[in-house]
């Protein structure tokens, strides 16, 4: 059964950073390509960035490019994002998803990212 844990979300500042992990179980984690996702209060789900398999190809949303780091660790079955110069409109909730076809098939119960003064 495939099992996708978020965790590392919280409250921070502007111009702060957070690490977010994304624990996997249940497949074989180093062969997909995984995504984050968010969603912010009141708003549809925004892709957020993607990355291969493999690790060595990314893509990020304009709206994150420079500031946020997709990495992966397959030996862990870990996906990470570390995001820095975190911005009042980052606050969502971020999701990691198993990424299937052009789109999703599994996704993770979400954290919670919170950006205030």
């Known amino acids: 059964q495939v099992h996708l844990v978020e965790s590392g979300g919280g409250l921070v500042q502007p111009g702060g950073s957070l690490r977010l992990s994304c624990a996997a179980s249940?497949?074989?984690?180093?062969?997909?390509?995984m995504s984050w996702v968010r969603q912010a209060p009141g708003k549809g789900l925004e892709w957020v960035s993607a990355?291969?398999?493999?690790?060595?190809?990314?893509s990020y949303a304009d709206s994150v490019k420079g500031r946020f780091t997709t990495s992966r660790d397959n030996a862990k079955n870990t996906l990470y994002l570390q995001m820095n110069s975190l911005k009042l409109e980052d606050t969502a909730v971020y999701y990691c998803?198993?990424?299937?076809?052009?789109?999703?098939?599994?996704w993770g119960q979400g954290t919670q990212v919170t950006v205030s003064s």
């Open positions: 998803a198993k990424t299937y076809g052009l789109g999703y098939d599994y």
């Open positions: 249940g497949f074989t984690f180093s062969s997909y390509a």
């Open positions: 990355i291969h398999s493999g690790g060595g190809s990314t």
